[in-house]
């Protein structure tokens, strides 16, 4: 069998990672050893309870105010000396954190063959989002097996130049991971979210953390969430707020103390996807949620300038609206008045994933190490 690191060091790394470690202890080709750098620490912890993992190997690099120098750093070097020892076959990584970019770097170092899942994706602005943008470009400069969760993204890797027998179009893992959570029994143990589900007003959750968001920008989306709930008074907003001191400045300036908004601490993954079945609206500057959400029925406003998942606004299941208070209150002003526009969202098929997403990225890797066959391609029309 073929040692295979599976790297991750995020909550939402770990989140889409689960069902691949998964399928690896599952699968007749591959011994799974997980390394988590832990560059966040609480939150990545809660879903490796969540999905029963224990990592081989804890690097806990989180310190902090820890800069990306500090991050980059530290989990280059960890994981440079894991490989060493480990001599793994194949390496996996995922996504756009720094956690991913230095997992990659190490394994090329040392001459490891790289898999990236969630390979593909694309904004073509370094900087928006930062850094994850420039993090998956270097990172698929790297890579020698491309996880594409669609065809467009198979489609920017081929204009990039990638050989196309080195890419698999595999649906993203996060739905594997959405689905599994989905079906799970539960009930919410705070007072303030038992009083939230059991209540008839609509709700609409947000979450916000972008460093391009930071200031000025989160402000604007405040004031206009203010303005839909006066408009609306028959809905209300849940807002679990990031750890960031930036951005809970700015939720406490503007929304502090305010009638039907709940603010909680970041919430463990279970809770948050029962949030979400509950939600009528889904605002965030997220990536995976443009992802999860619509997998429940959930529009999502992208509360961003640029998306790297641009295959979400031209299936309708998100609308790109940005930080601009006047934008973001006349689009959920408008979601939450016509009937008609909102189910034309709600309605519209989820192009990211099946719930196979993880099968066919392992045995998409199995096929690359010459072990198997190649897997099926995903595609939103298979049904």
């Known amino acids: 069998m073929k040692k295979v690191c599976v790297v991750f060091g995020t909550r939402p790394e770990a989140i889409k990672m689960a069902p691949v470690v998964k399928e690896l202890e599952r699968s007749p080709w591959f011994m799974p050893r997980v390394v988590v750098t832990a560059q966040h620490r609480e939150m990545l912890d809660q879903v490796l309870d969540l999905f029963s993992i224990t990592p081989h190997h804890d690097l806990n690099i989180m310190r902090s105010e820890q800069t990306l120098f500090d991050i ?38 040392l001459q490891i063959p790289v898999g990236h899942i969630e390979a593909g994706l694309r904004t073509r602005n370094k900087f928006s989002p930062f850094p994850e943008e420039m993090n998956r470009h270097l990172t698929g400069v790297l890579t020698d097996v491309h996880l594409a969760p669609t065809a467009g993204a198979r489609a920017n890797l081929l204009s990039e130049g990638i050989d196309p027998s080195r890419i698999y179009v595999t649906g993203n893992t996060v739905i594997d991971a959405l689905l599994d959570t989905a079906a799970r029994p539960f009930q919410f143990a705070d007072p303030n979210l038992t009083r939230v589900d059991e209540t008839d007003c609509r709700m609409l959750l947000v979450t916000t953390h972008r460093r391009e968001n930071l200031g000025a920008p989160l402000a604007g989306v405040y004031r206009a969430l203010k303005r839909i709930l006066d408009r609306h008074p028959n809905t209300l907003v849940v807002f679990p707020v990031h750890k960031n001191p930036a951005v809970r400045r700015v939720v406490e300036d503007e929304l502090g103390g305010r009638e039907r908004v709940v603010l909680t601490e970041p919430l463990p993954y279970l809770e948050f996807v029962n949030l979400m079945k509950r939600a009528s609206l889904v605002l965030t500057d997220s990536g995976g949620l443009q992802e999860e959400a619509p997998s429940l029925g959930k ?8 998306t790297e998942r641009p295959e979400a606004v031209d299936a309708g299941t998100v609308r ?8 973001v209150f006349e689009t959920a002003d408008e979601l939450l008045s016509d009937p008609v526009a909102y189910r034309r969202m709600a309605e519209a098929v989820n192009p990211y994933g099946d719930g196979r997403g993880a099968r066919r990225s392992v045995r998409g890797l199995a096929h690359y190490l010459g072990l198997a066959t190649a897997p099926d391609e995903f595609s939103p029309d298979q049904g």
Do not use: C, I, K, Q
Not at 95 to 100: A, E, F, K, N, R
Not at 299 to 306: E, I, K
Not at 320 to 327: K, N, P, R
């Open 72 to 109: 980059t750093a530290r989990a280059l070097t960890g994981l440079g000396a894991v490989f060493a020892s480990e001599s793994p076959d194949a390496v996996l990584v995922h996504g756009d954190t720094s956690t991913t970019f230095a997992g990659s770097l190490a394994a090329y170092y």
């Open 299 to 306: 529009p999502v406003l992208v509360l961003r300038n640029t």
């Open 320 to 327: 790109l609206v940005g930080t601009d208070e006047g934008a």
